[in-house]
T-cell receptor, first 115, second 115 residues
Framework: AQSVAQPEDQVNVAEGNPLTVKCTYS??????LFWYVQYPNRGLQFLLK??????LVKGSYGFEAEFNKSQTSFHLKKPSALVSDSALYFC?????????????FGTGTQLKVEL | ETGVTQTPRHLVMGMTNKKSLKCEQH?????MYWYKQSAKKPLELMFV???????ENNSVPSRFSPECPNSSHLFLHLHTLQPEDSALYLC??????????????FGPGTRLTVL
């Protein structure tokens, strides 16, 4: 079975500082990993994904994530946070050994960027 | 978000009502999904259609009835709902289902309140 954990319900960071939103996963094989962002009263917006290849993945709005197989992690990062980055962030995992395109989502991390 | 649209955006219904949620994707995708998003819980996958055939049904109560008349449209028919069914219902689509690598793109959701 596949699972994903986001250990922090909320992350606070000052504007201009680097931000990290943590994600760890559990799958039986090599995972497919995704990050999504949700703004209030909106659907989820795709940020980036890791399927294979380079462990550092670059995505939308200056976000990036690093796949770390030994630590089973896929943390989301941004070098310099903006107030407009404040939103709810979801990590998701797909076990390639399972069938279909079924994602398992974490419970989400609320990011608050303050001036 | 304009690639996947959902109507209505808000819906209030009594437990004896019958209503339907509509989703339309303008991305030329072949797979469509219904998710339920409740506060403090991970997204719950409800149904998946691939090429208009239902390929996933995650033990959803029969008071929720999906319909996929073509690859661009997806409906969720609701009847005799319970107050605990109040949630944000999200529709998503992806290019395919079988490979597991395709990104899912979400609509803005329908906020459902059951009185």
């Amino acid at each position: 079975a596949q699972s994903v954990a986001q250990p922090e319900d909320q992350v606070n960071v000052a504007e201009g500082n680097p931000l990290t939103v943590k994600c760890t996963y559990s799958v039986s094989g090599n995972p497919y990993l995704f990050w999504y962002v949700q703004y209030p009263n909106r659907g989820l917006q795709f940020l980036l994904k890791y399927i294979t290849g380079d462990n550092l993945v670059k995505g939308s709005y200056g976000f990036e994530a690093e796949f770390n197989k030994s630590q089973t992690s896929f943390h989301l990062k941004k070098p310099s946070a903006l107030v407009s980055d404040s939103a709810l962030y979801f990590c998701a995992v797909r076990d390639p050994q399972g069938g279909g395109n079924k994602l398992t989502f974490g419970t989400g991390t609320q990011l608050k960027v303050e001036l | 978000e304009t690639g996947v649209t959902q109507t209505p955006r808000h819906l209030v219904m009594g437990m004896t009502n019958k209503k339907s949620l509509k989703c339309e994707q303008h991305l030329g995708h072949n797979a469509m999904y219904w998710y339920k998003q409740s506060a403090k819980k991970p997204l719950e996958l409800m149904f998946v259609y691939s090429l208009e055939e239902r390929v996933e049904n995650n033990s959803v109560p029969s008071r929720f009835s999906p319909e996929c008349p073509n690859s661009s449209h997806l409906f969720l028919h609701l009847h005799t709902l319970q107050p605990e069914d109040s949630a944000l219902y999200l529709c998503a689509s992806s290019q395919g289902w079988a490979t597991g690598t395709d990104t899912q793109y979400f609509g803005p959701g329908t906020r459902l309140t059951v009185l």
